[in-house]
């Protein structure tokens, strides 16, 4: 009977720590594709901006933040550029999209419809338009203003984020082929490429988008370490949102369980034994 009491004092946190979740975000889905178990732990070390430069498109993109809900949108994320591939500028027919798209079982799937983008004025903050497309055509309704002008003064908010691992931007000729493409991993995602790894079903082709995976075998590099490589690319990018803290894992001597078992050793003899 003392056996089984102390069994079941055990049980009790056990249980309940192995079913609590804690919903960093404020996201309701649990376990769904897009919505892994390391974006449920508030200690996780998370990467909420990734910085890109491929084939002419230098940037960022991040996590957004709704300032009216006071929580981040996966289904949004916002993109800041810094350039674009000279492909774009001529001919005049040549235009720039952004494609969603998942890997699984090795294998890329897109989006059938290109994403759509809210265009922001940074500085005064209002919606400018929304497109699919950014073209010659553009350029020439916004004022007969230059791409360079577009990217330096405007930001873009992409929608129907929610389900997808990453994005292409892609230039296109007027034969709907695309000239130059990045691939940009779609964050908030585990700042650890190998947590990272393991949440996606040990997906390879994915695991190559992350943007610390050079450094990922290096035994040395700990989470933190990755937490604030991510915190960097969210300096340079100048976010407008706090950045979560990443908190340590608790110790050994900190965890619940054997947290139990040491105040179970100061019980009576005859009830701890």
């Known amino acids: 009977m003392k056996i089984n009491l102390f069994i079941f004092l055990l049980f009790i946190p056990v249980a309940f720590f192995s079913n609590c979740t804690t919903d960093y975000f404020g996201f309701s889905e649990s376990g769904e594709e897009g919505s892994p178990d390391y974006l449920q732990n508030p200690s996780a070390a998370m990467a909420y901006c990734n910085k890109f430069s491929i084939n002419g498109f230098n ?13 981040f949108d996966k289904n949004k994320a916002q993109l800041y550029l810094a350039a674009v591939p000279y492909e ?8 720039i999209q952004v494609h969603s798209f998942y890997i699984a ?4 799937v897109f989006n059938k419809t290109p994403v759509s983008m809210d265009i922001f004025n940074d500085s005064s903050a209002e919606r400018t338009t929304l497109v699919t ?21 405007n930001s873009f908010i992409l929608r129907d ?20 493409t990045a691939e940009v991993l779609i964050p908030p995602f585990a700042a650890n490429p190998n947590t990272f790894l393991n949440a996606h079903n040990q997906e390879k082709r994915l695991f190559q ?10 035994t040395n590099t700990t989470d933190r370490t990755f937490y604030e490589k991510g915190l ?19 110790s050994i001597a900190e965890d619940p369980v054997n947290k139990l078992i040491e105040d ?3 019980l009576p003899d005859d009830l701890s034994q």
């Open 105 to 108: 079982n090795n294998r890329k």
């Open 133 to 153: 497309t950014i073209g010659h055509d553009l350029l020439e309704d916004m004022g007969g203003v230059s791409i360079d002008e577009v990217i330096q003064d």
């Open 232 to 250: 960097d690319f969210c300096r340079e990018s100048h976010v407008r949102f706090d950045i979560p803290a990443f908190e340590e894992t608790q």
């Open 209 to 218: 988008l992350h943007p610390f995976v050079n450094i990922s075998q290096n």
């Open 264 to 266: 179970l050793s100061f």
């Open 59 to 71: 940037g960022f993109l991040v996590a957004y933040y709704d300032w009216n809900e006071e929580a």
């Open 161 to 180: 984020m929610n389900g997808w691992h990453g994005v292409t931007l892609s230039v296109f000729d007027v034969q709907n082929k695309p000239m130059k």
């Open 88 to 95: 774009f500028t001529y001919p005049p027919t040549n235009y």
